[in-house]
Each structure stands twice: as structure tokens, then as C-alpha cells.
């Protein structure tokens, strides 16, 4: 494609003027300019410009910027959209760190649990109980499609861990042993309570990590940033499975339920797959939902605690491994207390991915971690402070 000239020559470059030459000849490999041609000595190799023109220069493509990452045009509130796991955060020794997966206790003398990339959430008590129930009105046919298909999934997991539900209980306009003896319910015991958990955070484990995955994957496919998407989808899948590991402590499946939960992840994981490939909106609109009502069964679950109908988890201390991951407090490290760390994060999964589906899919940065030009007004971040249960419209944060 291009003319070369091969010049022989028998003085050496310097090392200096060698360097330089072939830096020159790389840059101008990489971004396209002019033609090269090449002169041989003998211990070094001298790079020229021909004068021989070509139709097209190898990339076509003007010289990137490697270190600056403007926020795109159509987000005029954004200032800047960084990495989000950017921040430096405390790293637990390794024994810790492997302990933690282990089905021993550990230690209570070992530092707090912190993941190096994903550090574990921080919320007052006060935030805690000031978590609402809250529902988005599907409002598009995208919305209704998401509410749609949540529901036949909810109606299948009440099925198969025997859960029944009674949304005045939840919302504590009525007592849990007056609504029994009114036929609403059965009675949901102990053991009931943490099969539904156990099956309830097997499944909402998921749509993160397949949202994540098929974002890094378009990511490097077309050669350019996600906008601070992954992380936060990352962190999301990380944080259900840390609910997973901790329920696994205070109860062991056994063969069908392990079984069931084989089956169900490997239809669940694939039809996510396929579904967001299709609309990633309606993907999130959905997790938005399914999250809705994860809390609506912890709101249950403590007014159960509350109303006595749970007695062994009224006193009974968190598992270790909760303890160290959300750093509780000392006296405020029961099952209750437990329960109310979990409810926070699942309703910040639901403001996040509810604000997700507002947003343009592809161009949007990631409103949960960028830097915002008017710092004076309230906008979504990280913590529970300025939580939205219906999540922000794309107007209020792009």
C-alpha cells in the first residue's frame, strides 16, 4: 500500500537520536500521518518519510486523548463522570478475606470486612428506618411488559417457598396476628422466613452480573467508556450475594432446594442474557420492580420480628460474616438489625436501576457516581441520604 525505500547506510545513530526516530515512526504508525519508508544501518534502523502519497492513511481516526473523559454532550448537569471504584478504601488481610466464604466464624478481634473493589455500605440507623415502601406506575409499554413478567416471577417464588403476603402487614396498618386470624395468611415460621431469603437473593444475584458482563463486553467491542455503568452493576451483584452468604449461615439447603435453585439460575441467567441484549431498559425497569418487592418482604419481616411472631430471630445475634461487611455497631448486631441493612440496600437497588431505565442506554453516564455542577440541589450518589424509592427521572440528573 505504500512506497518503500531501503537505504543502506553505514554511520550508526546515536542512542538518543535512535530512540526518538522510532517513537516518531510509532506515533505516526498508530494515528495515520504520512506514508513510512525505511533506512537500515547496521546496529539501528533509521525511519523516513516517502514521498509516495496513498488514498488512505492506515487509521482514519484523529489523535485520542488517553486522559481526559469529558462527560458527553447530552448530559449539560453532569461535570465529570470518573471511575467509580477510583476511591482508595481499607483492604482486610487475606486470611480474612478467605474466612469469609469459609462456613467456620471468624474471629471477632479481625478488622472489618472491605472489599477492595466494592466497599461494603455504610447507612445511620436512622436511614435504615426511614425506608419506604414504594411503587413506580408503569406508565409505557416497556414499564408494563417489566411489571408483567415480575409478577409471574413473584408468583412462582411464593409458590415454591410456601411465602404468602399481606401488603397491609407490611406497610404496618395491621397487626400480623390479627391479619392471621383473619384467614389472610398462614403463619410464615423461622424456617420459612429464610428459605424465601435464601431463594429470594439467589435470584436478584443475577441480573447485575449479566448486565455488567454484556456492558464490558460492548464496552471493548466498540472501543469506548461505559460511563461508570459496570461498577455500579458490579456492586450491586457483589452486595445480593453477600445477602445470599449471610442467610447461608443461619440456614443449610438441602438436596431439592439446592436442586431448585440449580435449575431456576440457569433458566434465570439465560433469558436475562437474551432480554437485555434486546432492551436493557425494560432489563432494569423489571429489577426495579423485583426489587419493590424484596422490600416489601423485609418491611413484612420485620413487623413480624415486632409483632412476636418470630421469636427466635427477636434476640438472636447476626452472623459474623454480616457483622464484619456492614461494620455493625456494637449493641445493634441482632437479626433485626440485620434485616434492616439488607431492606436499605435493596431499596437503593431499586432507586438505581429504576433510574437506570430513565436513562438513554448507550450515551448516558452513570448518575450514582458522577460530579454534578450544581453541587446546592439534591442528586442520587452512593449512600441511602437523598434516596428516591421511584427512582430520578432523566431530566432531574443528565
Not at 416497556?142 to 415480575?150: F, I, Q, W, Y
Not at 456494637?330 to 440485620?338: M, N, Q, S, V
Request: charged share 20%; aromatic share 8%.
Amino acid at each position: 500500500m505504500y512506497g518503500t525505500t531501503i537505504r543502506i547506510t553505514k554511520a550508526p545513530l546515536s542512542s538518543k537520536a535512535a530512540t526518538a526516530t522510532l517513537t516518531h515512526a510509532a506515533q505516526t504508525f498508530c494515528y495515520g500521518a504520512r506514508p513510512l519508508s525505511f533506512a537500515a544501518r547496521p546496529a539501528t534502523a533509521a525511519l523516513q518519510h516517502s514521498a509516495v502519497s496513498s488514498k488512505r492513511a492506515f487509521a482514519s481516526t484523529a489523535h485520542t486523548q488517553l486522559d481526559v473523559f469529558p462527560p458527553p454532550a447530552n448530559a449539560p448537569n453532569i461535570k465529570v463522570t470518573p471511575p467509580a471504584w477510583h476511591h482508595p478504601v481499607y483492604v482486610a488481610p487475606a486470611t480474612s478475606l478467605c474466612l469469609t466464604e469459609s462456613r467456620h466464624l471468624t474471629p471477632p478481634s479481625l478488622p472489618p470486612l472491605r472489599s477492595k473493589l466494592t466497599p461494603s455500605p455504610s447507612y445511620t440507623e436512622k436511614q435504615m428506618n426511614d425506608i419506604t415502601i414504594a411503587h413506580r406506575t408503569a406508565t409505557t409499554l416497556s414499564d408494563k411488559v417489566a411489571l408483567t413478567m415480575m409478577r409471574i416471577l413473584r408468583m412462582g417464588m411464593d409458590f415454591f417457598t410456601g411465602y404468602s403476603h399481606d401488603h397491609a402487614v407490611s406497610r404496618g396498618t395491621k397487626d400480623p396476628a390479627a391479619a392471621r386470624r383473619a384467614g389472610w395468611y398462614s403463619p410464615m415460621d423461622e424456617r420459612k422466613w429464610l428459605i424465601r431469603c435464601v431463594f429470594l437473593e439467589s435470584v436478584a444475584g443475577v441480573p447485575g452480573m449479566v448486565a455488567a458482563s454484556l456492558r464490558h463486553l460492548h464496552s471493548i467491542r466498540r472501543l469506548e467508556r461505559d460511563n461508570g455503568w459496570i461498577e455500579t452493576l458490579l456492586e450491586e451483584a457483589y452486595n445480593e450475594r453477600m445477602h445470599l452468604l449471610t442467610f447461608l449461615k443461619m440456614a443449610e439447603p438441602g438436596r431439592f432446594m439446592r436442586a431448585m435453585l440449580l435449575g431456576a439460575q440457569g433458566v434465570w441467567y439465560n433469558a436475562l442474557f437474551l432480554a437485555y441484549l434486546v432492551s436493557p431498559r425494560t432489563c432494569h425497569r423489571f429489577v426495579g420492580y423485583l426489587e419493590e418487592e424484596a422490600v416489601i418482604t423485609y418491611t413484612r419481616f420485620l413487623a413480624e420480628i415486632d409483632a412476636g411472631n418470630l421469636p427466635l430471630f427477636e434476640r438472636a445475634p447476626a452472623p459474623d460474616i454480616a457483622v464484619r461487611y456492614w461494620n455493625m455497631p456494637e449493641g445493634k448486631r441482632t437479626i433485626r438489625d440485620l434485616i434492616l441493612y439488607i431492606r436499605a440496600d435493596e431499596a437503593k437497588h431499586r432507586e438505581v436501576n429504576h433510574t437506570l431505565g430513565n436513562l438513554a442506554q448507550r450515551e448516558d453516564p452513570n448518575p450514582f457516581v458522577s460530579e454534578y455542577k450544581d453541587a446546592g440541589r439534591r442528586h442520587p450518589g452512593k449512600g441511602i441520604e437523598n434516596i428516591k424509592g421511584t427512582g430520578w427521572e432523566r431530566e432531574e440528573v443528565i
